[in-house]
């Protein structure tokens, strides 16, 4: 760990001294990734970067957040001495219980479109997923637990949550049987920019990945709720 520690410190010394100087006008990595953004038909040039030049490491990142919520489910799943307790509703401000239930579809509606936009307009899968996510619960905290877990079945997220993954990977498995490589963005037409179906597979790997974060935070939050909620110790001698 010493030796690898100290090589990564020797190459960041040597890439930090290569870099431009600091407000120059000219940057070379954000210049070829604009250019490579703009040939491929994608508006937003982080998306480009997330879900083309770089694919593969927002495939890591993916897998970090997947590995999260296994891990989360094994250590948090109901033990021998637990039992789940039949939830109490709590009393809700008048105000909460009034304007939660109108706000959830707005905010179900805007991380939706914010996962439909991504290659156009800022944001895309990670925080168009996390906002369509959290907007189910604004029904937790306008009405009661027992409200929430009708509109949150875990096993369809649980199941949403595995085909996003399976397709991000069947998306880039696909560029390696069309004989380029893998997770490279060649298999679709690049199409009309700044429209819905411009940027080629840009789209496709954004809304896997806006899929996968809305049902892994939904997963998430629904284990740290029973926790918190429904699961008790059971008392005995």
């Known amino acids: 760990?010493?030796?690898g520690g100290a090589g990564l410190a020797a190459l960041l010394v040597a890439a930090c001294l290569d870099l431009p100087g600091f407000g120059g006008r000219s940057h070379p990595y954000g210049t070829r990734a604009v250019h490579a953004s703009l040939?491929?038909?994608t508006a937003n040039t982080i998306a480009s970067?997330?879900?083309?030049?770089?694919?593969?490491?927002?495939?890591?990142?993916?897998?970090?957040?997947?590995?999260?919520?296994?891990?989360?489910?094994?250590?948090?799943r109901q033990a021998r001495d637990?039992?789940?307790?039949?939830?109490?509703?709590?009393?809700?401000?008048?105000?909460?219980?009034?304007?939660?239930?109108i706000m959830l579809p707005v905010a179900l509606v805007t991380g939706l479109y914010v996962i439909a936009h991504g290659q156009l307009?800022?944001?895309?899968?990670?925080q168009g997923g996390v906002v369509a996510a959290t907007a189910l619960h604004l029904l937790y905290l306008g009405a009661d637990y027992r409200a929430l877990e009708r509109v949150r079945?875990?096993?369809?997220?649980?199941?949403?949550?595995?085909?996003?993954?399976s397709s991000y990977l069947v998306l880039g498995a696909a560029g390696v049987l069309a004989g380029t490589a893998f997770l490279a963005n060649?298999?679709?037409?690049?199409?009309?920019?700044?429209?819905?179906?411009?940027?080629?597979?840009?789209?496709?790997?954004?809304?896997?990945?806006?899929?996968e974060v809305a049902s892994a935070v939904v997963i998430l939050l629904a284990n740290f709720l029973d926790q918190a909620v429904e699961i008790e110790e059971e008392r005995g001698s």
């Open 153 to 165: 079945p875990l096993a369809v997220f649980e199941t949403c949550d595995a085909v996003a993954v």
């Open 39 to 41: 040939t491929r038909h």
């Open 121 to 126: 307009s800022p944001g895309g899968g990670f």
């Open 82 to 101: 637990e039992h789940r307790a039949e939830p109490v509703p709590a009393e809700v401000a008048r105000p909460v219980r009034r304007y939660a239930p």
């Open 186 to 211: 060649t298999l679709l037409p690049y199409g009309t920019f700044n429209t819905l179906s411009s940027g080629g597979a840009v789209p496709l790997l954004n809304a896997a990945i806006g899929m």
């Open 1 to 3: 760990m010493a030796a």
């Open 49 to 76: 970067v997330n879900f083309d030049q770089r694919a593969y490491d927002t495939l890591g990142e993916m897998s970090i957040l997947f590995t999260a919520v296994l891990g989360c489910v094994v250590l948090l």
